[in-house]
Nanobody
């Protein structure tokens, strides 16, 4: 059974940076797709970024491109989401999710993900 645990959320001022981590446990391989989603208060969950656990492929929604960077450290079973240039619009609960079937072409669709973390709160103050 795969489990995901996010960490690294917190309160940051606009323009600041945060690093989120998602630690995986259980059997995985480099073809798995990890997606990051976020949900702001009163809004639907939205896709933010995705990476293959091998680190070979990454993808970002337009609004975070150039500000968010995904990387993987397979030795530590961790994926990092480095966020910079944060604005209040980035305030949300951030979730990592894992698709064991490696469906990269559907990476932005939350329905492909089998496993989800518990979420970590990111709050950006103005």
């Amino acid at each position: 059974q795969v489990q995901l645990v996010e960490s690294g959320g917190g309160l940051v001022q606009a323009g600041g940076s945060l690093r989120l981590s998602c630690t995986t446990s259980g059997r995985t391989n480099g073809n798995y797709v990890m997606g990051w989603f976020r949900q702001a208060p009163g809004k639907e969950r939205e896709f933010a970024a995705a990476i293959t656990l091998s680190g070979t492929n990454t993808y970002y929604r337009d609004s975070v491109k150039g500000r968010f960077t995904l990387s993987s450290d397979n030795a530590k079973n961790k994926v990092y989401l480095d966020m910079s240039g944060l604005s209040p619009g980035d305030t949300a609960v951030y979730y990592c999710a894992l698709d064991p079937r490696g469906r990269w072409s559907e990476r932005s669709d939350p329905r492909i993900y089998w496993y989800w973390g518990q979420g970590t709160q990111v709050t950006v103050s103005s």
